[in-house]
């Protein structure tokens, strides 16, 4: 069974309860379905037994009426007084005592209101009772925006990432997608669509240029391309394929500095940086700048797999569980040959941005620059439930490979450089920071000319 880690997806099920009738302190209701008492079952097993910390039973129970009181007040319920969940001693009468609670909430607001409302009022109730800001339950729209995010969607388009070209006011190829309909027809990075299907793309926004880019699988689109300030002979005809969307955002910037920006750790992300880093090494690329900036992480082995891509050896991050067990995860051998390296981060750098920022920085594979990162230094698993949704839960915290607890505390980058008002990320003469990055490697790559060895 495939297990990620966010953070990570587990499958979970567990055997419904077969009683037809719910008896609680005298009263009778019928059960309830299946499906939803597989996932009251999972959530509550789950929390109990995986959350990293100690959370007391009578809690996790106050959290789901809580839950369902609150749903009644949303739908403005007047009378919404719910009897007093009691620990049982055993999962399965607390189980019980919490299905019950849930028909006497679906009651009071009226037999011919729909059930799940408050079946997901209970189960957010339930996470909210960690008291724990990653500790959530997610219902199916929220889940499933949170794959489409790490793991990104597919679409029918030509394979380019776009930005409007200040100077031109024409729209710019910021990105190439590796094997795309518009990298076989040899379509690079920074040239100019200046029209599309023979429309002109001057002064238009790149919402209104992605409509006309993207189009159904199989479908054809011609493009006018200017390159180097000249259009060129012919219009370029593309015929659309399905495109995954891309994590990693890479060019290569002025003396042969290759830049790398991650947008999220996701299922790909490891992959893509690879192909990244092998495409600026044949374009002659001496050193890198990694851009966490803005990243507020993803999966844990993404985060294994791209700080590997640097280290060749030794521990990249610990996690340690509730019950105090610490495994360390290692380099998985995939490094490139290695060069000058900065890593650009900001407050809003969190969670698996910052395990893979801490491993570069104590192993002395790179140079932090920025400001200090977010601090998020605990783990959560995901729970897929069967309606479609998940629960999240924080199951662990980490430990950078020196040992060091980050969480609230955050990483202290080795130069640090304030933000200028508003950055373009990516454009040297924008981004102060990166301005920065760029002075630094290049002074390393000065003194590793000379012989002479630096250390920050």
Not at 59 to 75: I, S
Not at 371 to 400: E, H, S, W
Not at 419 to 445: C, M, W
């Amino acid at each position: 069974m495939k297990r990620r880690i966010l953070t990570a997806v587990a499958a979970l099920t567990i055997a419904a309860l077969t009683s037809p009738l719910l008896r609680v302190a005298g009263a009778a209701t019928a059960a309830l379905p299946a499906g939803d008492r597989a996932d009251l079952s999972t959530a509550y097993t789950r929390l109990t037994t995986t959350f990293y910390k100690k959370l007391p039973i009578e809690r996790v129970l106050n959290g789901v009426r809580y839950g369902l009181v609150l749903e009644l007040a949303h739908e403005h319920v007047a009378k919404r007084a719910l009897p007093p969940l009691l620990a049982t001693g055993s999962t399965a009468g607390n189980l019980r005592a919490i299905e019950y609670e849930i028909e006497r909430a679906r009651m009071l607001g009226g037999k011919n209101r729909p059930l799940k409302p408050y079946v997901f009022a209970a189960l957010w109730g339930m996470m909210y009772s960690a008291h724990d800001r990653w500790t959530v339950f997610l219902d199916p729209k929220d889940y499933k925006a949170l794959n489409n995010g790490l793991d990104g969607t597919n679409f029918g388009g030509t394979g380019i990432v776009i930005q409007p070209d200040n100077k031109t006011k024409f729209i710019s190829v910021y990105q190439v997608v590796p094997g795309g309909p518009a990298d076989k027809a040899g379509i690079q990075q920074d040239d100019l669509i200046t029209a599309v299907n023979g429309k002109s793309t001057y002064g238009i926004t790149t919402v209104q240029a992605s409509k006309e880019l993207r189009g159904k699988i199989g479908t054809q689109v011609t493009l006018t391309v200017e390159r180097d300030g000249a259009v060129l002979p012919k219009p370029i005809l593309l015929t659309r394929a399905k495109i995954h969307q891309i994590t990693v955002f890479d060019k290569m910037l002025p003396g042969k500095i290759g830049y790398v920006a991650l947008t999220v750790f996701g299922e790909t992300t490891g992959a893509e940086l690879a192909t990244a880093l092998s495409r600026l090494h044949k374009e002659g690329a001496r050193a890198f700048v990694l851009d966490l900036r803005n990243n507020g992480g993803g999966y844990l082995q993404a985060a294994v797999s791209v700080s590997s891509k640097f280290i060749a050896e030794g521990p990249i991050v610990s996690i340690e569980t509730s019950g105090k067990h610490i495994d360390t995860l290692e380099a998985d051998g995939s490094a490139i040959a290695p060069v000058p390296l900065v890593v650009l981060v900001n407050g809003y750098t969190a969670s698996a941005s910052e395990i893979t920022t801490a491993a570069l920085k104590e192993s002395g594979a790179a140079v932090v620059i920025g400001t200090k990162t977010f601090g998020k230094g605990v783990v959560q698993t995901l729970f897929p439930l069967r309606d479609g949704g998940a629960v999240k839960i924080t199951t662990a915290r980490y430990l950078t490979p020196e040992y060091h607890y980050i969480n609230h505390k955050g990483i202290i980058p080795n130069i640090v450089v304030a933000e200028n008002k508003d950055a373009q990320f990516g454009s040297p003469k924008h981004d102060t920071q990166l301005k920065r990055a760029i002075e630094v490697l290049n002074g390393e790559l000065t003194a590793q000319n000379s012989g002479v060895t630096t250390k920050l």
